[in-house]
Each structure stands twice: as structure tokens, then as C-alpha cells.
């Protein structure tokens, strides 16, 4: 039966993954479905195939030809994890997806995601078996994660693949990279346990990465040795990708840089290599009211209204990922004007429209996106005196438009 629309907006836009259930499909929205949502009154997000397939293209370029592995964790930093990993899919030069959440990576091959894809996090024992089916990666990180796959070994009838996670020194996950390697050995005799992949994390001071690297490429030696060769190894997150060339390996893992932002501001190499910002995140005025001189806006009555003056609403709040320190200085897109952020509340946010009422109710807003450096996620970040990954938390219920490009 082809689900109703309705069916698709409680499944996947009202929070159904957000509450941590695992939507049973999730069909392919419809045109009428993007029609819907721009003729709602609710925020949306408007992705760019074309952006995404070029920035891809331009990691491997900066990562010298290494192919990507896209690290799509945190629902793909709130911009969705199911329509960014779609789009990937397409791309020759993205190896694979990596994700922290069992369910999560359920969700993209339910989507029809056919890349390789890893699960850099743990997994609950009773998803095992789906998970092996369903083609994912594990990784082991520790001895209990080692324990629960060798476990799933035992019952599983086909081959799983493990990729062998070690902490270098970023002290979060991993076994300890200076530990014997018997754990490894003992992995590599179980029968349907393929090890394909060996990685850990970089932190981002140079000296102590390359004391990392160090330690990494002394133990591909040390598993060499014991006659263990893996071909996938990788260890940097887009810092590294950046600044350290011997970081590269055979493969890179990027977040923020396939949205087409930098992890810091003002990074010399954004000059170098050109990447877009591959979304938009738009609102419409739901409210547009004349403000007197001594009228203020918000619970704190933070913003005190000097001169008689038009302020716009827009249906958009922290609630929904868009940073409440956007009052500090961000501003917002209408009709080619950019307006001033005054208040930014939960569910609401105000804009300064001036003594002109050149904005009417309805008008869509551009709050992020690549239209002027202002609204860019880095212009915003730059702005509010924050940094790069603030603007992409948008949460689940925000609904992705995926487009082939941004108009
Ligand atoms: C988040 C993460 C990345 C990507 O980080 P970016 O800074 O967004 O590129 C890569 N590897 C691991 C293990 C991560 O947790």
C-alpha cells in the first residue's frame, strides 16, 4: 500500500526517529509532499545534490585523490542523514558512510542506501543480527564491543565485517593503540569475521597529531607483522584534511566539510578549495506588527524598540536547532534585503523590519544558506560570535527538501 502523506509526515516529520523508534519504511516523498510543505507554515530545509556531489569531489581532491568516507552522525549534523546519505550514494568518489547509531544506519539502507556503511558507535545486541543482514560495518572499540560481535559470530550465518577502532589519543573510543595485539589475532581466526578496516581519531593540535599519526602507522606495522592487512585505513576528521597532508591515507572521514562549511573560521585554505554551502534553511513570516517606541520583544525584553517600527515573526526557534545566540547579530534574507535577528525564543524568532513595511506575512526567509556571506553558515557563525557547527543541529522534525540544485 502507498503510504498517505500523512502517514510519511507522522513517520518521519514529527519526530517518530527523534523518539528513537525505528520507522518500519520510509517512503520516498512526493512532490506533492514538497508542495505541501511550501504551502505550510512550518520551517523547512532545502538540500543540493549538485553541491554535495561537488564537495565530495573537491574532499578527495584536497585529501590527494584518498576517497571519502562521509561521517553523516548526528542525523548528518541535522540536515538528515537519510537525504544527505541518498545523495551520497550517487558519488564516485565516496567510499562509504559512516554513523554512530545502530538505528540510524538501518534507517539509510531502509532508504535503499547501497554504499558500504560503518557504525562507529556501539550497537544493542537485539539489533545484531539486522544489522549484519542489512550489510553494516562494526567496529570494535573495546573488549565488551569485541565480546558482543565474537558473540554474533557465533549466530549469524554470514560474514560480518569489523573494523578495528583504536584510541591514538583523543581518549573517547578505541582500544588502547599501546596494548598487545592478542585481541586482534584472536578476531582474525573467528571464520565469519572479516576485518577490513583499521581507524582512529585525530585531535586537531598538529604536534600531537603527528604524534598520533606516529602511533598509528606503527601499528598497521604491528598488524603487518602479525600478517594482518587491512585495506581501509583512515583517521581524519576534516581538520585534519585540511592542515595535514600525512593525515590523508586511503581514506578521509569528513563531517562539516561535505556541507561545504570549514570546522574553524576564516581557515586559509577556504580560498584554496572552493566548497558551497549545500543547504538553505527557510521560514515564513507568520506575523508582521508595528511596534511603538518602548514596546520590547521576548521574555527578557532584550530588544527595546527605539522608533516606531514593522517586526517580523518567523515560526523558527532554538527548539529547532537554530541558535538562540542569532540575536547577537545574525541576520536573516527576504526578498533580497537582509533583516536583523532581535529575539530568538524556542519556537519563535523576530526580525527588525524598519519603519517601511517591506515584508508582508508569507514571504519566505532564508536564515542559512549560500545566497550572501552574511547568511552563510560561516558568515552566521562569524556574526554571532560562534563557530562553525552551531547553525547545523537542526532537529528531526525540520522536513529536507532534496533538490539538484539550489534555486
Ligand atoms: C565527527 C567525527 C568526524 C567528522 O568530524 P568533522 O570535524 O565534522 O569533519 C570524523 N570522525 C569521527 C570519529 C567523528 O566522530
Redesign the pocket.
Known sequence: MKPSRRTFLKKTSIGAIGLGILPTSIPTPSLDFYDDIKKGINPWIELSKKDYLKNAEIISKMAQGSSVLA?L?NNAYGLGDVEVGSILDDSPHVDGL?L?KDVRCLALREKGVQKPILL?GDFSANLGVELAKANITFSVFSKESMAKVQALAKVNRTKIKVQLYFDTGLGR?GMAYSKPLDWVTELAKIENIEIIGLFS?LTTPIDFAQEQLRRFNSLTSRLNALGIEMPQKHIA???SILELEASHLNLV?????LHGSY?LQGMPQSKQFSLTPTFKLKAKVIRMEKLKPGDTIGFSRFYKVKQEEWIATLPIGWADGYASSAENGAKVLINGTLYPVVNVNASHCNLVIGRKKDVKVGDVATLIGPDVPEISPEGFGKAINGHN?LQINYKESIPKIVLDELV
Do not use: E, W
Request: charge should be positive; hydrophobic fraction near 40%.
Open positions: 561521517v552522525k559512516a554512530v562507529m573510543m581519531t576528521p576534516s581538520q572521514r569528513p563531517g562539516i566539510l570546522p557547527y
